[in-house]
């Protein structure tokens, strides 16, 4: 099992353009996370998703996307990067509710 | 929400001490998760606890419910230790693994 796979693991964007941040998990998990991580704070949740077809907000949603159309599948879209956008992205995913969660191992993305 | 608060945020250890890193968070919850950070950046789940201890080689994690309140100890401490600490919990009663709320963490270095 690879687990969970982000790609790409860095990315440099200019102010206003788009990307999708991939994030696949072979663990058959119905629930997936996207999280951001900002020096001096601690990972702080976008969105997320309890399976196939359904997400909802995090705490930090906004300027950003997401779909779950396959389980495996949970891609994180920005969709007009700005600076403050300027981060590493996690994502998490778990079998259940209260389930220890498998991480990605991080895309370091910076928007100039 | 829940406010998660980690303490201390950072720690320097003599190999072979015991170390001691806390947690405390606001709201009533199903399950605490204690994560490490490697200094590459990965995340791994060391515990994820709703009661009592849990011990897994040289570490151990305990909860007090009542007190909501979680330690992470760390016995016959290594450099390989050194690592980043996070705790985190569900962000409401209602939350479980999707929507976990983190603290800051704690930066442990472990020096030979």
């Known amino acids: 099992n690879a687990g969970v796979t982000q790609t790409p693991k860095f990315q440099v964007l200019k102010t206003g353009q788009s990307m999708t941040l991939q994030c696949a998990q072979d663990m058959n998990h119905e629930y997936m996370s996207w999280y951001r991580q900002d020096p001096g704070m601690g990972l702080r949740l976008i969105h997320y998703s309890v399976g196939a077809g359904i997400t909802d907000q995090g705490e930090v949603p906004n300027g950003y996307n997401v779909s779950r159309s396959t389980t495996e599948d949970f891609p994180l879209r920005l969709l007009s990067a700005a600076p403050s956008q300027t981060s590493v992205y996690f994502c998490?995913?778990?079998?259940?509710?209260?389930?220890?969660?498998?991480f990605g191992d991080g895309t370091r993305l910076s928007i100039l | 929400k829940n406010e998660v608060e980690q303490s201390p945020q950072n720690l320097t250890a003599q190999e072979g001490e015991f170390i001691t890193i806390n947690c405390s968070y606001s709201?009533?919850?199903?399950?605490l998760h204690w994560l490490q950070q490697h200094p590459g950046g990965g995340i791994v789940s060391l515990f994820m606890?709703?009661?009592g201890k849990k011990k897994h080689g040289r570490l151990i994690a305990t909860i007090n419910i009542q007190e909501k309140h979680s330690s992470l100890h760390i016995t016959a401490s290594h450099p390989r230790d050194s690592a980043v600490y996070i705790c985190a919990a569900p962000g409401s009663t209602q939350g479980g693994s999707e929507k976990l709320v983190f603290g800051k963490g704690t930066k442990l270095t472990v020096n030979p």
């Open positions: 998490a995913s778990s079998y259940g509710q209260n389930q220890p969660q498998h």
């Open positions: 709201v009533g919850i199903s399950a």
């Open positions: 606890l709703s009661s």
